[in-house]
């Protein structure tokens, strides 16, 4: 009997996902020992902009996440995962992402999922050499689209050009939801039929309801490595719940080699804390065919929508996904995921808002037209959308621009100095000096009980009344008293 296994994304994937980034640190570290006594492959962790984020408005260092974590997970490889470039919407100067990549092994980082947004060989080739220079093995994304363009002959192409670079993986990556079951049993053949030795792991999302349908469709078809996460950080906008994939993998005969008992505790940890801290958590969804249409990624339209309503424009949502749609396909079909969905969407945006497309281009879609991104994107753009976009002073300003290549010599210089530590270098990159100082000022990472210390966490809510003076706990002829004051305690 052949046997499933899993990756876990609930740690990275699934609070990116769906609560915004929120997850602290000491969210994790009271379930970290369980989840690396289940059973997985690896455990995602980390992406690039948890670095800014967490600083920012967390005072968190991640690479003290990363530290903490590894001291607790010892058995089980810890992932990262990066894009073409650390900052999704700027080129990052190569010096600063060969220390990164340098500092995710020195942390405790072994594996790193890496993506480009137009499946371009030459940048997997660089992702997979300079990751193999620090001892960090690549997972290459080969990022699933639907268009004219992204046929199954088109991921052939692309998944032969992935093997040949022998990283340690090939992932099907479904970052919009937009597989069916009826384009995995294509497609999910088509790659393993070229991978040769390289294994293949498929990752999808449940925007559309159909994420566990498609994992099932996988398993049938040659698939033993399925990306997961655990309720309530699964479902919605997330990824498929371990627990329903491990069911039907069962279903159809196969073992999984994942210990469900030791993950309940994880799962109803994470509900204690979604209840407390207001998460809301995932949720199966209906089948959205729309969704095929404009591909937009869900925070983007919850951005729409917010952005709208501020100029009095919320009816107007609609217009705008069918923009994006139109303007997508204007571009050549890009990839909608980050940076190219902010692209496309944001200008959607403008077409609609002023009344005229192309009135107005950001210049990010100027160096978009311009090659800055590639010359499989400047030359898809359509002919006409694309001498709009450069018949304007700003494009001619534009069109010489090179991204800046300091030396590592002249980053430090920049950001500080040699006497910074490089782990603080790169926060300073990522969100400003000012807010790492901010961040080093504050309070060490706050405890949080496991769900499995009820009183605990009942005594603490208790204790955030301002209008109790006492709690008692009584338990046969035991008797425990907290008071406010100076008297915490006794019997």
Same mark, same amino acid.
């Given at each position: 009997?052949?046997?499933?296994?899993?990756?876990?994304?609930?740690?990275?994937?699934?609070?990116?996902?769906?609560?915004?980034?929120?997850?602290?640190?000491?969210?994790?570290?009271?379930?970290?020992?369980?989840?690396?006594?289940?059973?997985?492959?690896?455990?995602?962790?980390?992406?690039?902009?948890?670095?800014?984020?967490?600083?920012?408005?967390?005072?968190?260092?991640?690479?003290?996440?990363?530290?903490?974590?590894?001291?607790?997970?010892?058995?089980?490889?810890?992932?990262?995962?990066?894009?073409?470039?650390?900052?999704?919407?700027?080129?990052?100067?190569?010096?600063?992402?060969?220390?990164?990549?340098?500092?995710?092994? $020195?942390?405790?980082?072994?594996?790193?999922? /890496? %993506?480009? +947004? *137009?499946?371009? !060989?030459?940048?997997?080739?660089?992702?997979?050499?300079?990751?193999?220079?620090?001892?960090?093995?690549?997972?290459?994304?080969?990022?699933?689209?639907?268009?004219?363009?992204?046929?199954?002959?088109?991921?052939?192409?692309?998944?032969?050009?992935?093997?040949?670079?022998?990283?340690?993986?090939?992932?099907?990556?479904?970052?919009?939801?937009?597989?069916?079951?009826?384009?995995?049993?294509?497609?999910?053949?088509?790659?393993?039929?070229?991978?040769?030795?390289?294994?293949?792991?498929?990752?999808?999302?449940?925007?559309?309801?159909?994420?566990?349908?498609?994992?099932?469709?996988?398993?049938?078809?040659?698939?033993?490595?399925?990306?997961? $996460?655990?309720?309530?950080?699964?479902?919605? /906008? %997330?990824? +498929? *719940?371990?627990? !329903?994939?491990?069911?039907?993998?069962?279903?159809?005969?196969?073992?999984?080699?994942?210990?469900?008992?030791?993950?309940?505790?994880?799962?109803?940890?994470?509900?204690?804390?979604?209840?407390?801290?207001?998460?809301?958590?995932?949720?199966?969804?209906?089948?959205?065919?729309?969704?095929?249409?404009?591909?937009?990624?869900?925070?983007?339209?919850?951005?729409?929508?917010?952005?709208?309503?501020?100029?009095?424009?919320?009816?107007?949502?609609?217009?705008?996904?069918?923009?994006?749609?139109?303007?997508?396909?204007?571009?050549?079909?890009?990839?909608?995921?980050?940076?190219?969905?902010?692209?496309?969407?944001?200008?959607?945006?403008?077409?609609?808002?002023?009344?005229?497309?192309?009135?107005?281009?950001?210049?990010?879609?100027?160096?978009?037209?311009?090659?800055?991104?590639?010359?499989?994107?400047?030359?898809?753009?359509?002919?006409?959308?694309?001498?709009?976009?450069?018949?304007?002073?700003?494009?001619?300003?534009?069109?010489?621009?090179?991204?800046?290549?300091?030396?590592?010599?002249?980053?430090?210089?920049?950001?500080?100095?040699?006497?910074?530590?490089?782990?603080?270098?790169?926060?300073?990159?990522?969100?400003?000096?000012?807010?790492?100082?901010?961040?080093?000022?504050?309070?060490?990472?706050?405890?949080?009980?496991?769900?499995?210390?009820?009183?605990?966490?009942?005594?603490?809510?208790?204790?955030?009344?301002?209008?109790?003076?006492?709690?008692?706990?009584?338990?046969?002829?035991?008797?425990?008293?907290?008071?406010?004051?100076?008297?915490?305690?006794?019997?």
């Amino acid at each position: 009997m052949e046997e499933i296994r899993f990756v876990d994304t609930t740690l990275r994937d699934g609070h990116q996902s769906l609560w915004a980034e929120g997850m602290l640190t000491g969210m994790i570290l009271p379930i970290a020992e369980s989840m690396d006594r289940a059973g997985f492959e690896a455990i995602e962790l980390v992406a690039p902009s948890f670095f800014k984020k967490a600083c920012r408005e967390f005072k968190e260092d991640i690479w003290e996440r990363i530290r903490l974590v590894r001291q607790r997970v010892t058995n089980t490889p810890l992932r990262g995962i990066r894009n073409r470039y650390m900052a999704g919407f700027q080129v990052t100067p190569a010096c600063a992402s060969q220390l990164w990549l340098e500092r995710l092994a $020195a942390n405790g980082i072994r594996e790193l999922r /890496s %993506s480009d +947004p *137009s499946n371009t !060989a030459a940048n997997w080739a660089h992702m997979v050499t300079s990751a193999n220079q620090v001892g960090v093995a690549t997972i290459i994304n080969l990022t699933f689209s639907e268009s004219p363009k992204h046929t199954d002959d088109y991921y052939v192409t692309r998944a032969k050009q992935a093997a040949a670079l022998q990283p340690a993986r090939i992932c099907i990556k479904d970052p919009g939801a937009l597989l069916t079951p009826e384009r995995t049993r294509t497609l999910v053949p088509a790659v393993l039929g070229v991978a040769g030795a390289i294994p293949v792991e498929f990752h999808t999302h449940c925007i559309t309801g159909l994420g566990a349908l498609c994992c099932y469709e996988a398993i049938k078809l040659g698939i033993r490595s399925i990306n997961t $996460a655990i309720p309530p950080l699964a479902n919605g /906008s %997330s990824n +498929p *719940s371990l627990f !329903a994939v491990a069911r039907n993998a069962r279903a159809l005969g196969y073992r999984t080699a994942i210990d469900e008992a030791v993950l309940e505790s994880v799962e109803k940890h994470f509900n204690v804390i979604a209840t407390r801290e207001g998460f809301a958590p995932g949720q199966v969804r209906e089948y959205d065919g729309y969704h095929y249409r404009h591909q937009v990624p869900g925070g983007m339209i919850s951005n729409f929508r917010f952005q709208l309503s501020k100029l009095g424009m919320s009816h107007r949502v609609g217009e705008v996904l069918e923009e994006t749609a139109r303007v997508r396909e204007e571009l050549g079909y890009p990839i909608m995921v980050t940076p190219y969905s902010q692209f496309v969407g944001v200008q959607a945006a403008m077409n609609v808002i002023l009344g005229e497309r192309y009135k107005e281009v950001t210049d990010e879609l100027i160096h978009y037209a311009l090659g800055t991104w590639g010359e499989e994107e400047s030359s898809s753009i359509e002919a006409t959308i694309k001498d709009k976009i450069l018949d304007r002073p700003r494009a001619r300003e534009l069109k010489h621009w090179q991204a800046p290549q300091p030396t590592l010599v002249e980053f430090r210089a920049k950001l500080g100095g040699a006497a910074i530590p490089d782990d603080e270098l790169l926060l300073r990159y990522f969100a400003g000096q000012d807010d790492v100082e901010r961040m080093k000022s504050a309070p060490p990472v706050r405890p949080y009980m496991s769900a499995q210390q009820p009183l605990v966490l009942l005594i603490q809510e208790l204790s955030k009344k301002k209008n109790l003076r006492q709690i008692v706990v009584e338990r046969g002829a035991l008797s425990i008293r907290f008071e406010r004051g100076e008297k915490v305690g006794g019997l």
